[in-house]
Structure formats: structure tokens, C-alpha cells
């Protein structure tokens, strides 16, 4: 399963631990702002008892166009509108879902676990439903377990759910939401700025949740 | 547009070329066994006078399980069958075509070219029409682009042709094939083992071009 370190990958975890799963965890140093996600999704992954966790380097800023990996200030305060924010990164899921790919085939895992969520979000296009399905299709044919007649599940458990509903979730489960960071632009030490679009989406989420 | 060294991607690279695109060329260090075939894939570029050629560092060690990637040998002199052999790198076209779909993006490129072919191959599930056709389907729901009513197209010029008729195609566009390199399992210095899988398919088709 995918772990960035934020709070709906930390309860996406908490989910598959709890339906009996073995979870191996993937991360990745993709070239993003800061190292302090990567902390963040250490302690999780620790803390919720992941079987093992693998933080790959892969250096998107050989590309950039993204505020996430490249010298774009990352907008605050931001009114949510129905355009796709700058810090879109560019095929970013599909890179992270392929590699989580290769690795299930690696270890005969026939689950991966991806906490993307298509209501509360920041409008990004590899968060939709529609997306993690054409997704599934691609792995039916894309791998040897597929041609030879197993199945590989993409599981996104969150992909219906409100912020708050996630948060709900995650707290009846246990998760330890002191431990997340969900921040665009913390910083250094890892403190949130409180105005980034996942600043505020989260916070929107707890006050919701009454949390 | 994806080079890897070989005789196949040379090829894919000059049809892109003859058909007036202008080429960003993206190749791989994923661990595997020998960094000829970069050399190889450097020299393809030069030669054919690409736009731009980047190379990305991903480690597909971490992972393992193929003999490409792994300390497993590499099979010689194989009687082809119809299983999926040991050099098949789990979802290592998955997650190349990812790594371009993202570069495309941020380029505003509208075409991407893979040279994989699913006639005299290795019987590598990701070679087939039915798994690009399926990635087709992905990248126009993965990119902001694909949202937003532009779409990006996958192109895959080799799929249906014989090893003779890649060779005879890239001979008739000045493909210097001299400079490629196709085995699995070369010397340090370049040279090709003669006795796996790529060099066998690579000998039959010269042979059969009469090249």
C-alpha cells in the first residue's frame, strides 16, 4: 500500500490492518518540498504496525511543473474552485500506483491499497473513480499473475468518503492523527502553514468530525 | 518517446523522427545488470538527432524478482515456450510509460512512442496491444490534460510487425543498427552474450531480413 505520511493514507492503513492484511508500504522521495512527509509517514507506518516499509527515490524534478516539485510558491488561502490547483503533479499516481504494482507482483501480493478520496480533495484528476478503475483494467493485463488468471485488487477505501467521515474512520480504528501531516508547505521542523489547500481541507475535516 | 538501446526503440525513434516530431527521449537506470545498454541508448539518440534525452534513476533492486534486476542467471539458448520468462521485469513498461506519461504532461507533449512489439518477443505480458490499449484508456483519465478535453496518444509502431520487418523499416529510414544493443546479458565491455532470449530474436531477424 501507498503511505505519503498525510492523514487519509494513515487511516487507508489503519483500514487494511484491521480487515487482517499484512501491509507492506511503500513511499517515495519524489523530488517534494520537504522530507518532513517522509517522517511523518515513518512514524505511521511504525505506529500502525506496517510488516515493512520502503521509501524509493525517484526524482520528479527532473520534470517539474508541479508547486510540489519545483519553484512554484504553493497557493494559500485559496478559495476551491472546479480548476486543477498547481500542486498537481504531473502522472503522480499513476507513477506511485506502478511501482506499488511491481512490487505485489515481486512479493504475490494480489491487494494494493491506495488512500485516494474524490470528495474532499483538491480536484486532482488521478483521485477519481473513474481513474483508479481504468487503473484496476491496466493491471489485469499488465502483469504475469494477470496473464495467468489471478486477480490484483486495487482497494481505495476512501474514495466516497467526506474528510470528516475519514477522520471518523480513522479515529474508531485508532489511528493516531498527531502522527500525520497532510501539509503542502510545512516547515522545515514540520509545522503546517494552516493555508494550504490540504491545510484547510483537514482542518474543515476535524471541525466537521467534531474531532 | 522510451529508448532503452535496443533495436526496437532505435526503429520506434526514427518513425517519430520521419514523421517530423520532435523527440524527448527517456530512458531508465533501474538497476539492471549492465549500463551498456545506456551507452547504447545515448549513442541512438545522438545519432538520430533527438531533442532532448534524459535519463532517470529508479531503482527496480529494491524490489527484485527478475533475472534483469535480481542474482538470478539469464537464460541461454531457450527453446521459446509460452510462459513468461525470467528476464520479465515486473511492470517495468507500467512504470516507464508512467515516467513518460508525467514528462509529457509537463512538456505539453500530445504523443508518446514505445517501441514494444508482440510478435517475435519474449512473451512479456506488457507487450501486448490489449495492455496499451488499456494504458490508453489511463493516461486519458490520469492528466490534467485528459480532463480538460485534450488528448494524449500512445503509439506503438512496432506492435504487429516481424523482428525482419522492424529491421528492414529502420534500415530503410538510416537506422545505424551498429550502434544498438539488444542482448541481456552483455560482456562489461559491450559485447553481446549471442545465447539469450533478445540476442536469438535479434539473429533470427537479420537473418530473415536478409540485412
New interface residues.
Partial sequence: MLLSGGLDSATTLAIAQSDGFDCYVLSFRYGQRHAAELDAARRVAKSLGAAKH?I?????R????SALTDDIAVPKDRTPDSS?PVT????????F???A???A??LGAQDIFIGVNALDYSGY??C?P??IA??Q??A?????A??EGSRLRIHAPLIRMTKAEIIRKGTELGVDFGLTLSCYDPSPAGKPCGHCDACQLRAKGFAEALV
Fill in positions: 520502503v524509493l527515490d525517484i526524482d520528479l527532473e520534470f517539474g511543473g486543477i498537481y503533479v504531473p502522472a503522480r499516481n499513476t507513477i500506483l506502478s511501482f504494482l511491481a512490487w507482483e515481486v484528476p488521478d477519481r473513474e481513474y481504468a487503473f483494467q491496466l489485469d493485463l499488465a502483469t504475469k494477470g496473464v
